[in-house]
């Protein structure tokens, strides 16, 4: 899984055509049918179907949408997919994408759109090295090799910015999903998400794990967005969708193997086995100390502004920087905190 969405040269790309979409196609609302109000909502992924849409599927699966009055349509991106772009021009009423991050830089570049909850409380994405030649600390990395996706290079600098490195203390290269790099000795270090347990299977016990939350940069993962008029004016859906996605995250931290068994059987291309392995992490990432106090999905102002500081500090805003009030909004979550709260 990429994590970004789509990265800064891209944003700055998409301002334009997301002009030109405007001038023709007007966004598209969340629209309630009359005779059942039942709700059709399209959620645009980021990229391709993974365990971070395991609620979501339970959530179809066990009728907790049906209850809510929201038809769920699941839309799979990819890497010549726009996830970000899709939702702003209304092809979708809103989006989940892998890093928050992404909301940031969108919202620099003229996108309107925010973050109205956050799926996982920490973030899954790691540096992997091996017992051999380990990376403990982000200090470990001077003099070493580390391959990353071109996506994540931001990330690294983050890092080792917060750290106190010099970039050229390391040597960045280029890699893709999977992890051969570290095997064959062209890199010291290779990076990914801890939740993709079959890429991380070919590392054998011997690896070694880094998690960037841990190194000292704390961002959201499984992040759900949508346009400000989809907020401002269909607020009453994203709540209804909200409270269903909650109990089907639920569902999944209480019932693992069916909730893996859903996943499979929606998606017949994953694997049950390494998807067994990785569903308590992904349980974990989604549920914890701070859902249990504010309800799942929940989001802390604090994070979300040092998040803005780090990219700022960086230069990574093509145009101003965003303010809080610019990339989040915490309606949906005041709207439906004892239901989030019951399941958490």
């Known amino acids: ?94 989006g989940l994408t892998s890093s928050s991050p992404a909301i940031m830089l969108a919202r620099s570049a003229g996108i309107p759109i925010k973050a109205f909850l956050a799926g996982y409380q920490k973030h899954p994405f790691s ?25 994540a290079v931001i990330l ?80 009453d859906v994203l709540a209804r969708f909200t409270r269903a996605a909650a109990k089907g995250w639920a569902y999944v931290r209480d019932n693992h193997e069916e909730g893996v068994d859903m996943l499979v059987e929606a998606y017949p291309n994953m694997q049950r086995a390494p998807e067994l392995l990785a569903v308590e992490a992904v349980s974990n990432y989604s549920f914890g100390e701070t859902t249990k106090a504010d309800g799942w999905g929940t989001m802390s102002r604090a994070l979300w502004e040092a998040q803005i500081k780090t990219y700022a500090d960086l230069g990574q805003f093509s145009g101003t920087v965003p303010t809080l009030d610019d990339i989040v909004t915490f309606s949906v979550l005041d709207a439906t905190v004892d239901a989030r709260k019951a399941v958490s």
């Not at 030649?133 to 996506?151: E, F, H, L, W, Y």
């Not at 999903?177 to 270090?189: E, I, K």
């Not at 990914?192 to 000292?216: C, F, H, R, S, Y």
């Open 127 to 151: 540096y992997f090295s091996l017992g051999k030649n380990p990376i403990r600390t982000p200090q470990d990395m001077i003099g070493k090799t580390v391959a990353t996706q071109p996506s």
């Open 156 to 235: 690294l600098r983050a890092l080792l910015a917060a750290n106190g490195i010099a970039e050229d203390q390391v040597t960045i290269v280029n890699m893709g999903a999977d992890m051969n790099q570290l095997l064959t000795g062209q890199a010291d270090v290779v990076t990914g998400w801890n939740t993709n347990v079959e890429a991380m299977q070919i590392l054998g016990p011997d690896a070694v794990e880094l998690m960037l939350w841990d190194a000292g940069l704390q961002l959201y993962a499984n992040v759900y967005f949508a346009t400000d008029d989809q907020i401002d004016n269909h607020g």
């Open 1 to 94: 899984m990429s994590i970004f969405t789509m990265n800064r040269r891209r944003f700055i790309q998409s301002t334009a055509a997301l002009a030109g979409l405007a001038a023709t196609h007007s966004l598209i609302g969340v629209q309630a049918g009359l005779a059942q109000d039942v709700a059709k909502v399209r959620m645009q992924l980021g990229w391709l179907a993974s365990n971070g849409i395991l609620g979501e599927v339970a959530a179809i699966k066990k009728g907790f949408f049906a209850e809510e009055g929201v038809e769920l349509e699941i839309v799979p991106g990819g890497p010549n997919i726009d996830g970000v772009a899709g939702v702003a021009a209304g092809q979708s009423q809103l």
